[in-house]
Structures are given as C-alpha cells and as structure tokens.
C-alpha cells in the first residue's frame, strides 16, 4: 500500500522488452540503453513504424501484448548492464500510475530513465520526480492524424514546466519546419530535435540530407535514427 492507502499499480500491458541496445534517437542517441515498449495507443499515425501496439484491424492483441508484473519488468531491466532505461509505446502515458512504479524502481537502482511519448497526456508530479528526461515527439499532418486530437496545448506546456523535456518532431519534409516553428510559443523554451521519417536506410540518409540546413538555418537539433541505419526495420533492436 501506498502513503494514500491506495494498492500500488502491479501489472504493465507489455508488447515487448529488448537490449541491451542504443538509444536510437534524439539527445541521447548512441548510449546503450534497455528498452521496454509498452502496448496500447490513443494515436493511429499513418507512418507508425509500431503499429502492433495498437492497430488490432492487422495486429492480434492477444498475440502481440500480454500484462506483466511490474516488479519482473524491473528484474529484468536490472540484469541488463545498460545505464539507461527507455520506456516507449504505444504511448506509455496511458498507463502512468504504472509506468511511475517502473521508472522509479529502475531509477532506485541507478539507472537513468528516459519516456518517449507523444504528449497529449500530461505528467503527473509522482512520474515527473522519478524520470530524466520526457523525449516528447508531437505529432505534425503528416502523421495522418487530426491537429485537435494530437497537439494538446495545456499537455505540451505541462511537460515543458517539468523542465525534463525535450520536444522531437518527425519531419517529412522541409515544409513540416512551418507547423513546427507555430509550435515553438507552447514549449517553454525547451531543446528541439527534428528527424526525417523512414523505416530503410535510403529513407533516412535522404530525410537527414533534405533536412539539415533549413533545420540548423532555425537554431534546432538533427537528429538520425541510428537503429533504422544499423538494422533497419527489425523489431528488438
């Protein structure tokens, strides 16, 4: 039991547990990292390179998610000796309460935990205090996905206020650099990564080369997908 008398969260709705690995993406690309990907999503990003986390039309949830005790979840991560722990989706928020007990079992133990999420859920305090960093990837049009159901303004400037974001956004194109600079007022001055979409090296290495002057000419970060270029769409890498 909890200070609240409340039962503390036990089960995770896991799609799958990998490492040890690199951080792929964003400020923390190239670190060895352990990953634990989380099934379930309130998004339907036509590009989703996940979509067995949440797309049961061609997915089988029974097959591709199963729950899972929080207290194992941390077993494992700890006998991976890799310092930092990214807990990815789906979108992870969805299961915050749980989520919190993993990030701060994880980060009792040393551990350095990092949440990709796509921000429309904003964090709790309890969450807040036991992550280092929410790599927060809004997403733009061409996600394929309606502005009101995936820019969440108050959400946005939740996470920005924790001062433990950084904001990543998936470019298609140059043209998507003008829906990212209307977002700049809701995101309290944090960092700003852009990186290309794609799931094949060809896709990438072009995003990355059509990308990088008009984002560098706006004072942002690049950044690859080096899990894309080392093993292209394999899952668990």
């Not at 310092?83 to 919190?100: C, D, F």
């Not at 904001?167 to 990212?180: M, N, P, Q, R, S």
Request: net charge neutral; glycine share 10%; proline share 6%.
């Amino acid at each position: 039991m909890n200070a609240g008398g409340s039962a503390m969260p036990r089960r995770l709705i896991l799609a799958e547990q990998f490492g040890p690995t690199v951080q792929g993406e964003g400020p923390s690309a190239g670190q060895l990292a352990v990953f634990v990907r989380l099934s379930r999503c309130n998004l339907s990003c036509n590009w989703c390179d996940t979509p067995y986390t949440w797309d049961w039309r061609h997915h089988d949830p029974r097959q591709e998610s199963r729950r899972v005790s929080v207290g194992d979840v941390i077993s494992w991560v700890l006998s991976i000796p890799a310092p930092l722990l990214v807990i990815t989706g789906g979108e992870p928020l969805i299961q915050q309460p749980a989520v919190t007990a993993l990030a701060a079992g994880a980060r009792l133990a040393g551990r350095r935990v990092e949440i990709e999420t796509n921000g429309t859920i904003a964090p709790t305090a309890a969450l807040t205090a036991v992550v280092d960093q929410f790599n927060v990837s809004a997403k733009l049009a061409n996600s394929g996905q309606r502005t009101a159901d995936c820019i969440k303004g108050e959400a946005l400037a939740a996470f920005a206020s924790t001062g433990k974001a950084v904001f990543k956004f998936v470019a298609a194109g140059v043209a998507d650099l003008d829906e990212i600079s209307a977002l700049i007022p809701l995101l309290g001055g944090r960092p700003v990564w852009v990186m290309p979409e794609g799931t094949t090296e060809e896709a990438v290495l072009h995003g990355l080369k059509t990308l990088a002057g008009p984002v560098i000419a706006r004072g942002w970060n690049l950044s690859c997908r080096l899990h894309v270029l080392a093993w292209g769409d394999q899952r668990g890498r």
